[in-house]
């Protein structure tokens, strides 16, 4: 298993007070090798900060979290970084390129970030570029690529530095019907090359392209099969 | 390292004129400082040039009462002055400073001199021997110097400088021609002249000063027919000749010393003095410093001001960078990461702004030395210090900014777009 949480909450404002907003109840979430889930749920759920947490970019309250054989709740500030850096490929709903940067250059961010050599950084990129279907896009800024283009550059860069999990927050939701269709057509074939998925959604046509799904509800998470909750 | 660079670079280049803005301070800032330190190294070189051509090295130890040079029209020789013994001149020569050395008597001229009805206006009456002239680095210019036989006889000979020569013969043929020094008669023997073809460039009033004072009209008579004319007993004074323009001070003060050393009688004010131009050149050029160090201080103040505005633009940025700062960071970038790039924004910024400035600079330099007429040097340690100073102004005023990025929670980065 490659993701672990164990009764994870997570407090908003000092805990015990008036003030304090749970938004993580008592999560309890495996993951493993290979596979591919969706957390929906509608916003305001909690499911943006189990993503956060998933992601290693916040920590939780209380609960234990194992990434692999690491206790995250154990990091500090830089091996958290370096854990998202190696381990985890992030995807957006807004794409975060960078807009002066060409595909090559967006992509090859985090390499430089791993000490890459510019060569090495180059045809790594430009091999990811390929994979998710830009092959002829490389050199266009982001101004230059439609919105699905733009995701896939997005896609590639997370998936650029051989992540153990590609974690995807409404990977869709800024995109149209069929280039959202395309993309999750292009995670269905990330997935069946062996790529860990974890996606984030409100859509439930989107999560049904998962092969697991769970529900979160006021912070609370529940399998699929649960109908605890839903609707 | 590099990829910092190139993003720096990168993002000054796309948002140019907000950059150009920001850096203006700086600009403004360091191409004052090199304007300044311009013209205060064209003076200063102009100052040692003239001096090397125009003093030929020599310096003047003059006896003076109270830092005032005696004047021999109205003043006896005071009290335990020796006269300056040949022995005391070859202690003098003997300093490794001193090139050569000779005594002379001096006399300003009020009334006395006269050619035919013409009356010779200011200058000087010198009492010299053989050597004056080379240590002075005089040239016969027509005519002849002093003779051994001259000094002998004690003929009534003298030796006239160009001045002295337009002042009272005007166009005459001077040789041959006898003016009434002293109430004697003195038979002009030659016409002297500078050695060396320099002119100086006079642009001040302090110019005209330091190149005219020192050689204007001078009768030179045998030291010897001295006392027949004047007093016996006037004040020697010596002649020295420094090795180079940078041992004028030191030879004047040794020998001024040494001549002191047989004067008995110091308590009454009495000693000689150097009438060292170097030293009079550098009174001058630490005045012009001074006044040009309050400059740069204010224009130290102007690039202060241009490092708050390079911060506050930097803030700007890292705020509308949020999201660009969160992606980072969220991808894996360490906050060292983050810091480093915008350091380096900060600091390519300021030095980009310390080139444009050095550049301006020497322009505006150059523009002074066309309009003022004052002279410039372009000091290239002045440049690099410059351009390394608005690096690290940069990297300073970049601290602030850089650590608000670093410190960014992505999280919340992220959500603000």
């Not at chain 1, 994870?8 to 993580?24: H, N, R, W």
């Not at chain 1, 900060?49 to 500030?77: A, H, Q, R, W």
Request: hydrophobic share 40%.
């Amino acid at each position: 298993m490659i993701v672990k949480l164990d009764n994870i909450y997570k407090v908003y404002g000092e805990s015990g007070t008036d003030t304090s907003v749970p938004a993580l109840n008592d999560v309890s979430l495996t993951v493993d090798r290979g596979e591919y889930v969706a957390i929906m749920g509608p916003s305001g759920s909690g499911k943006s900060t189990l993503m956060n947490v998933i992601g290693c970019l916040d920590k939780p309250t209380s609960g234990t979290y194992y990434f692999e054989d690491k206790d995250v709740l154990k990091l500090k500030d830089r091996q958290m970084s370096d854990l998202r850096l190696h381990s985890i490929g992030f995807v957006f709903q807004s794409f975060y390129l960078m807009n002066e940067e060409n595909a090559i250059e967006n992509v090859a961010l985090p390499l430089s970030y791993a000490g890459v050599p510019k060569k090495e950084r180059e045809r790594r990129a430009i091999e990811v570029l390929t994979k998710v279907g830009l092959a002829d896009r490389v050199k266009f800024r982001p101004d230059q690529l439609s919105g699905g283009q733009k995701q896939r550059v997005a896609i590639a860069r997370a998936l650029v530095n051989n992540p153990k999990v590609l974690l995807a927050d409404e990977p869709t939701g800024a995109l149209d019907q069929k280039s959202g269709a395309a993309i999750m057509d292009l995670f269905q074939q990330l997935n069946d090359e062996g790529t860990t998925i974890i996606m984030i959604t409100h859509d439930s046509n989107i999560a049904s392209h998962a092969k697991k799904i769970y529900k979160i509800v006021d912070g609370q998470l529940f399998s699929g099969t649960d109908e605890q909750g839903v609707e | 390292m590099f990829e910092n660079l190139r993003l720096a670079f990168r993002g000054i280049w796309t948002h140019k004129l907000r950059s150009f803005l920001t850096m203006l301070g700086i600009i403004i800032g360091i191409a004052s400082i090199i304007a300044i330190v311009s013209t205060i190294e064209g003076t200063n070189q102009r100052i040692k040039e003239n001096l090397i051509g125009a003093g030929s090295n020599t310096v003047s130890v003059i006896l003076c009462q109270d830092d005032y040079p005696i004047d021999t029209n109205y003043m006896e020789i005071p009290d335990g002055v020796p006269m300056v013994t040949d022995s005391t001149l070859e202690e003098i020569r003997d300093f490794d400073e001193v090139m050569s050395a000779s005594r002379y008597t001096e006399r300003m001229v009020y009334d006395g001199v006269y050619y035919k009805e013409t009356t010779m206006e200011g200058g000087y009456v010198r009492g010299v021997e053989m050597d004056y002239f080379s240590t002075a680095n005089l040239a016969v210019k027509e005519g002849r110097l002093f003779t051994d036989d001259d000094l002998k006889k004690f003929r009534k000979v003298c030796v006239i400088d160009e001045e002295t020569c337009a002042g009272l013969l005007g166009n005459e043929d001077p040789l041959g021609k006898v003016l009434e020094i002293g109430g004697d008669a003195y038979t002009i023997v030659g016409v002297i002249t500078p050695r060396n073809t320099f002119t100086p460039d006079i642009n001040s009033v302090d110019d005209y000063y330091t190149f005219t004072q020192p050689e204007s009209g001078t009768v030179y008579i045998p030291l010897c027919d001295w006392p027949i004319s004047y007093r016996y007993d006037v004040p020697e004074n010596v002649l020295v000749r420094a090795a180079s323009t940078d041992d004028m001070t030191a030879a004047g003060k040794k020998s001024a010393d040494q001549l002191n050393s047989y004067i008995h009688a110091r308590e009454y004010g009495v000693g000689y003095q150097a009438q060292d131009l170097l030293e009079q050149a550098q009174q001058m050029q630490e005045l012009a410093n001074s006044t040009n160090k309050m400059l740069i201080w204010i224009a130290g103040i102007s690039l202060l001001v241009g490092g708050i505005g390079v911060m506050n633009i930097m803030l700007v940025s890292v705020t509308e960078r949020t999201a660009e700062i969160g992606l980072k960071k969220a991808i894996g970038a360490r906050k060292s990461k983050v810091m480093g790039q915008f350091l380096t924004e900060a600091a390519v910024l300021t030095s980009l702004g310390g080139v444009i400035g050095v550049a301006s600079g020497i322009g505006l330099a150059k523009v002074i030395s066309i309009v003022a007429n004052i002279p410039v040097a372009i000091s290239w340690p002045a440049t690099v210090v410059s351009v390394v100073f608005s690096t690290i102004i940069g990297i300073v005023f970049g601290i602030l900014p850089s650590r608000k990025a670093a410190n960014l929670n992505p999280i919340d980065a992220l959500r603000t777009n």
